[in-house]
């Protein structure tokens, strides 16, 4: 006889109860049939694993916050999956601070940095013992692999905790357990917030909003200066980028014939067969677009005689990302005003980065670009006759420049963002450090104050820079910069 759902219910088992499947079609299931699922399955598990290539690398970054932290438990979870309807979901993207830290990107993992009891960790060993958490292999006895939303039968096969512990070189536990155990656990703790609400209702009691934010600002900080395994991937990064521009500048006649779509769709086909995703919603600014800084509608009409601006990072499968800008002419040759214009900001793009190498301050690199447009701004005659220094005394400039001229670049496109003033805008360049350089001019549609014929014109040039012991080295440097440059590498891609 066909019942609604005979496997044993969760009240009966006294376990965790299975998550009916969310399509809400959920089938009847005789005794027959959930007795016959339950066996006639291979066992597939994987000995022998080699650990992940920064396995070390994040052994070594949780060795640091071990000993920023001595005495506390330390929380940090991937996050869940979102919904975006119904049963289906946003793509899942780990959280930066738990993939930092453990190299794993799995849906409702979750760090615990359990102190070790007498241990100081003011060394940076010993300190704490690290748990990863996650959700194991589904169970096909109870039945969760085919009747759970997030059972195999569905999703895909996961890594067993055995496996995850040779990959990761983690110790490696059952994640559902884990609210239970944090309500019950005792002493001090501290958490990433933002993630995952199980974790965080499971801590309400003992985490404060301030404690956690210095969890958070901590590992913002460890991450300004990029170790081996990430400045390779950065590199990764860039180059898969390089291609993605390429890719665009040979179907620009397609996207003349469609849309912006057609450059996004494009950049985003790369972005996927060679990496984890895009690193940011790609800005794909035809004409006066390009004025309009985060342009990510990207419907617009691509003309030639106008100008493309792109800016788009592909981020690897290891989730660090490039952010790269070239502003290209679309029929490939830039008109005499367009290359004025370009020239100007990457004079301005060459002046910043040359002002970054180790001991610099942050702002230098900002400040040489911002002197040289403000003196082609001037020299074009629209500041009046206002000099260069009080134009940069008043940053009258800014009315075209709009923006800063670079930030912290890594997992996130703006790295770094929770680390304090005195450790990023007003600290000095080191070695390992990672930035984009991006000057740009922008001369709205609406613009009275500028000649008609500068109207709708964008122009932004980004390329990533690497802090060296000895200056630097530009990661994205693969795609030309210099206008006649870039009029023979399109010319020589469009065929
Ligand atoms: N693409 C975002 C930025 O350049 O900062
Ligand atoms: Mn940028
Ligand atoms: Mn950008």
């Known amino acids: 006889m066909a019942e609604e759902l005979t496997p044993e219910t969760p009240e009966e088992s006294g376990e965790e109860p299975i998550k009916q499947r969310k399509n809400g079609l959920y089938p009847g299931v005789s005794d027959e049939l959930a007795e016959n699922m339950k066996s006639g399955w291979a066992d597939t598990e994987l000995h022998g694993l080699e650990p992940i290539a920064q396995a070390e690398h994040t052994a070594r970054r949780r060795a640091a916050l071990s000993a920023r932290f001595p005495g506390e438990r330390l929380v940090i979870p991937a996050g869940n999956l979102r919904t975006r309807s119904n049963d289906t979901e946003y793509a899942f993207r780990a959280s930066t601070e738990y993939a930092y830290l453990t190299g794993d990107q799995s849906e409702d993992g979750v760090l615990v940095m359990e102190p070790v009891a007498g241990a100081k960790g003011t060394d940076g060993s010993g300190g704490h013992e690290a748990t990863i958490y996650l959700l194991p292999r589904s169970d096909r006895e109870n039945g969760e692999f085919w009747l759970d939303g997030q059972g195999e039968l569905w999703v895909g096969r996961r890594h067993s905790l055995a496996e995850a512990e040779q990959l990761l070189g983690i110790p490696a536990k059952d994640v559902r357990k884990l609210p239970e155990q944090l309500r019950e656990a005792t002493g001090p703790v501290r958490a990433v917030r933002g993630h995952d609400a199980a974790i965080q209702a499971a801590l309400t009691d003992k985490v404060t909003a301030e404690r956690d934010e210095e969890l958070r600002v901590f590992v913002s900080e460890a991450r300004l200066i990029k170790d081996e395994f990430e400045i390779a991937e950065l590199q990764k990064a860039c180059d898969s980028t390089a291609r993605g521009f390429e890719d665009v500048v040979r179907v620009l006649d397609r996207a003349e014939a469609t849309s912006e779509r057609y450059i996004e769709g494009t950049f985003f086909l790369r972005a996927r067969v060679e990496g984890n995703d895009i690193g940011y919603g790609s800005i794909c600014a035809a004409g006066p677009h390009a004025t309009t800084l985060h342009w990510v509608r990207n419907d617009g009409a691509v003309r030639p005689g106008e100008l493309l601006l792109l800016d788009a990072g592909v981020e690897t499968t290891e989730l660090y990302t490039a952010d790269v800008t070239r502003t290209l002419p679309i029929n490939g040759r830039f008109t005499p005003l367009q290359r004025k214009i370009y020239d100007a900001v990457h004079e301005a793009q060459e002046a910043g980065i040359a002002a970054v190498r180790p001991g610099a301050a942050f702002r230098d690199f900002h400040d040489a670009a911002q002197r040289v447009l403000a003196t082609r701004l001037v020299e074009w005659g ?114």
């Open 382 to 495: 629209l500041l009046g006759d206002l000099d260069v220094e009080k134009v940069l005394e008043l940053g009258l400039q800014r009315r075209w420049t709009l923006h800063g001229t670079g930030h912290m670049l890594g997992m996130d496109v703006h790295d770094c963002a929770a680390a304090r003033t005195e450790a990023y805008v007003e600290a000095t360049l080191e070695p390992g450090m990672c930035l984009t350089v991006e000057p740009g001019l922008y001369f709205q549609a609406d613009d009275l104050t500028v000649p008609a014929e500068y109207r709708g014109i964008g122009v932004r040039i980004e390329d990533d820079i690497l802090v060296t012991e000895d200056g630097n080295r530009n990661l994205s440097a693969a795609l030309p910069r210099d206008a006649d440059e870039v009029e023979a590498w399109m010319a020589q891609l469009k065929g």
